[in-house]
């Protein structure tokens, strides 16, 4: 199983938007909508921000969305803060009820 | 509160053995799918098995045949028994899991650091 498309890195200045894309197949990102999102701040375990595409878990800010279309799925950050700088990781479960990470996108806040 | 916490990592040589364990509260291990997820040191992060409720055990290739997920109920703890351990193996490993852990990670633990090494 390979390893989900993402951008390596990606930078905006507070007040901005971002996007982050999570590019797979008809195997992954195309086949359910179970697609996640994480945000890792150094030396952290991540923490989920975005599940089944497009859902927020309690106590996430809404600054926060995701989104997809085909195969290829994305999380926008919106009203960037200096917080929100970290590593986002995509993941999606698979046909082969597996489960795929992206390579991961580091958001750096200008 | 939920929490996981994991142990059991350390310094391994090529070809050993090592068992992890994660230790949950604030929940039944047993109600949960339970996962564990690794990052190489500056890498992203990779899964690596799942254990179902109902019990059923699914691995990444790269674990396939050598690792083995299991659950300890009157322990509330989930393992990961490694075998044939590799220099690529080093990470962090995580356990996490969640109500629906078969597609999301809700929880996550601290992680415990397994390097391969002779």
């Known amino acids: 199983q390979s390893a989900l498309t993402q951008p390596a890195s990606v930078s905006g200045s507070p007040g901005q938007s971002i996007t982050i894309s999570c590019a797979g197949t008809?195997?992954?990102?195309?086949?359910?909508?179970?697609v996640s999102w994480y945000q890792q701040h150094p030396g952290k375990a991540p923490k989920l921000m975005i599940y089944d595409v497009t859902n927020r878990p309690s106590g996430v800010s809404d600054r926060f969305s995701g989104s997809k279309s085909g195969s290829t799925a994305s999380l926008t950050i919106s009203g960037l803060r200096a917080e929100d700088e970290a590593d986002y990781y995509c993941c999606s479960y698979t046909s082969s009820s597996t489960l795929v990470f992206g390579g991961g996108t580091q958001l750096t806040v200008l | 509160e939920v929490q996981l916490v994991e142990s059991g990592g350390g310094l391994i040589q090529p070809g050993g053995s090592l068992r992890l364990s994660c230790a949950a509260s604030?929940?039944?291990?047993?109600?949960?799918?339970m996962n564990w997820v690794r990052q190489a040191p500056g890498k992203g992060l990779e899964w690596v098995s799942v254990i179902y409720t109902g019990g059923r055990t699914i691995y990444a290739d790269s674990a396939k045949g050598r690792f083995t997920i299991s659950r300890d109920n009157s322990k509330n703890t989930l393992y990961l028994q490694m075998n044939s351990l590799r220099a690529e193996d080093t990470a962090v490993y995580y356990c996490?899991?969640?109500?629906?852990?078969?597609?999301?990670?809700?929880?996550w633990g601290q992680g415990t650091l397994v390097t391969v090494s002779s």
């Open positions: 604030g929940f039944a291990v047993s109600t949960f799918y």
């Open positions: 996490a899991g969640g109500g629906y852990g078969d597609r999301y990670f809700d929880y």
């Open positions: 008809s195997s992954d990102v195309g086949y359910y909508n179970y």
